[in-house]
């Protein structure tokens, strides 16, 4: 398939060649899915942690005598029953992380990929170099163009200046090609490849 590019200030820039089983697939929400939750499970820290009843600080000594007390037999201030005492089968670190084929991951960026086509929200630029690594200037050009939550996905690696003046755009994410993921494109309202990207992406998916 083809779609138009554009340059950085709205210009017309040519046509690209899009491999379409990279960006001309019917999404499937439940690849997408299986990715993206692979993904935020991947992220998590996994630090929640309680103290057990051989963790919480307190003497192991029988709190009362066993009979003529009329109450319940108790003999260790840190049972669960009682206030402050150790929680029974509560949360530990560990990772949430699970395997997902890498032929599956790949699948799902695909996927994304053809999402964003089928929404109207995949923008084709030329380059994004500029002169200057202002990001008063590039805000603007940002705002000209109409992106306002956007990932711009480059070649192997960004251009420097172009980096330097998004850092302080909160609307912008900046990646190479090897950063793209399935979660950052579906989070996007635009997705912004260069040609350098585009190239990248279908080495990388072929």
């Given at each position: 398939m083809k779609a138009d590019a554009i340059k950085l200030d709205g210009g017309k820039a040519g046509s ?54 009329g109450g319940a037999r108790h003999g260790s201030r840190g049972a669960p029953i009682f206030r402050s ?78 980096k330097k003046a998004a850092a302080n755009i909160s609307t912008l994410d900046v990646l190479p090609s ?29």
């Amino acid at each position: 398939m083809k779609a138009d590019a554009i340059k950085l200030d709205g210009g017309k820039a040519g046509s690209v060649d899009l491999n379409d089983d990279i960006f001309g697939l019917e999404p499937r929400k439940d690849i997408l899915h299986r990715v993206v939750r692979w993904q935020r499970n991947k992220a998590m820290a996994g630090t929640h942690d309680v103290l057990g009843r051989s963790e919480v600080s307190y003497s192991t000594k029988k709190i009362y005598r066993q009979k003529g007390t009329g109450g319940a037999r108790h003999g260790s201030r840190g049972a669960p029953i009682f206030r402050s005492g150790g929680i029974y089968k509560g949360p530990t670190p560990r990772s949430h992380a699970h395997d997902l084929p890498k032929k599956f991951r790949k699948l799902g960026l695909r996927h994304a990929l053809s999402a964003k086509v089928a929404a109207g929200e995949l923008v084709i630029v030329d380059s994004i170099e500029i002169k200057d690594a202002k990001t008063g200037a590039l805000a603007k050009m940002v705002g000209n163009l109409g992106w306002k939550r956007a990932l711009i996905i480059d070649g192997a690696e960004v251009n420097a200046d172009f980096k330097k003046a998004a850092a302080n755009i909160s609307t912008l994410d900046v990646l190479p090609s090897q950063g793209a993921n399935v979660y950052d494109i579906l989070k996007s309202d635009t997705l912004v490849l260069t040609k350098a990207g585009v190239e990248a992406l279908e080495a990388r998916l072929a």
